[in-house]
């Protein structure tokens, strides 16, 4: 999966946590791997 790929990705497969010495700002993770996020159809906006 290139960087410009663009998937969507259910609420319920992504974490967000505060990021660590900075409360204002957070990091979104998606639980799903690599080949799972390749998998999924390209986000059409």
Known sequence: MGPDKKVVVAL???????EP?????HIVR???????LSALPDWKG
């Open 30 to 36: 998606a639980k799903l791997t690599k080949a799972q």
């Open 21 to 25: 010495g900075d409360p204002d700002d």
């Open 12 to 18: 319920a497969d992504v974490t967000v946590a505060a």
